[in-house]
């Protein structure tokens, strides 16, 4: 089946601690997203990527990294230059560039600071 | 300006009744407007969608309502069932600028038996 994988489902990272987190598609989209999921902020922006080797801030890039070598994968990392890194993970993907053609969101990787 | 926001933040049903979530924007750039569902420990999925061309767009129980003049739109979810029970999520974005969403803050709806 066709699908976006994120891996570990839950992280712990300690403080001053960079940890990457796993996306991987198999559905042959062009882009791929990162969002962060607070409770009662919705989902925002961290970075996005419409095609190998290029990739673009959001609205809360600071703290994170993420690259592109194949349009499957679309790690990010959360390194220890963000301060509140707890939060739940959701990595998604589209066909082309456009969000009408619908995201696919993978299961999230919720990460706890400890 | 490229914000989207939802109200209310939860809403309880009665099995049956009509739940209805409200969004406002102010960029009349966007356009392109979907609803994501989003059951707990999964990540969001698409419901429905509507462009700003149409007033209202109905699948099943699920019906979105467009105010362009207003820059307002909601979704109607009829005869509520206890597994609508989720978070959802409306969303915009506008054409070109790399396809991506922006969301609202979420409402959390429970719907009880």
């Known amino acids: 089946d066709g699908g976006i994988t994120q891996s570990p489902k839950y992280l712990f990272r300690k403080e001053g601690q960079n940890v990457t987190l796993s996306c991987e598609q198999n559905l042959n989209h062009d882009a791929m997203y990162w969002y962060r999921q607070d409770p009662g902020q919705g989902l925002r922006l961290i970075y996005y990527s419409q095609i190998v080797n290029d990739f673009q801030k959001g609205d809360i890039a600071e703290g994170y990294s993420v690259s592109r070598e194949k349009k499957e994968s679309f790690p990010l990392t959360v390194t220890s230059a963000q301060k509140n890194p707890t939060a739940f993970y959701l990595c998604?993907?589209?066909?082309?560039?456009?969000?009408?053609?619908?995201?696919?969101f993978g299961s999230g990787t919720r990460l706890t600071v400890v | 300006q490229q914000q989207v926001k939802q109200s209310p933040q939860s809403l309880i049903v009665q099995k049956g009744g009509i739940s209805i979530i409200n969004c406002a924007y102010e960029?009349?750039?966007?356009?392109?407007f979907p609803w994501y569902q989003q059951f707990p420990g999964k990540g969001p999925a698409l419901l429905i969608a509507?462009?700003?061309?149409?007033s209202e767009k109905k699948e099943g129980r699920f019906t979105i309502s467009f105010n362009k003049s207003a820059k307002q739109f909601s979704l109607h979810i009829m005869d509520s069932q206890p597994g609508d029970s989720a978070t959802y999520f409306c969303a915009a974005s506008i054409g070109g600028q790399g396809g991506k969403l922006i969301f609202g803050q979420g409402t959390e709806l429970s719907v009880k038996p």
């Open positions: 960029n009349t750039a966007f356009d392109y």
């Open positions: 509507i462009r700003p061309d149409v």
């Open positions: 998604a993907s589209s066909a082309s560039s456009g969000a009408r053609y619908g995201y696919t």
